[in-house]
């Protein structure tokens, strides 16, 4: 049986390619299940912060072996609907998060992410490792 789909946050990736035991050993596994997903908000934020020109190659490369999940309208509107019944609660979240958590929630995906905010999202399911 596969696993649900798993969109992973930023912060998560980071701590991947700065060679963190438990986070690099957990994403190995999902990348072996299938389990991993893209977005582009997570491609902007990695890239940004990328300065060697190989090493961007290399990510964008092994990057492309993952399903990417695109905005269109109806995620849009997630997500601008999210923002404001947060916001209406007093509760201000990043808009990139916002982004991130519509697609989890349209596609039916999980959130491996170490970021609060994301506890603040209604619908949002967290991926939940074992050993971290």
Known sequence: M?????IVDT???IEYFKGCPTIKEELENLMRAHSLCLCGIVIYELFQG???PKEKEMVRTDFEAFPYLEMNRSTWEIAANLSLSLRNRGITIPSSDLILASLAIKNKC???TNDAHFD???DTYIYQPKKL
């Open 120 to 122: 603040k999202i209604p």
């Open 11 to 13: 912060c998560i990736w």
């Open 110 to 112: 999980m959130v491996f």
């Open 50 to 52: 990328i300065k060697d």
């Open 2 to 6: 596969k696993m649900a789909s798993i």
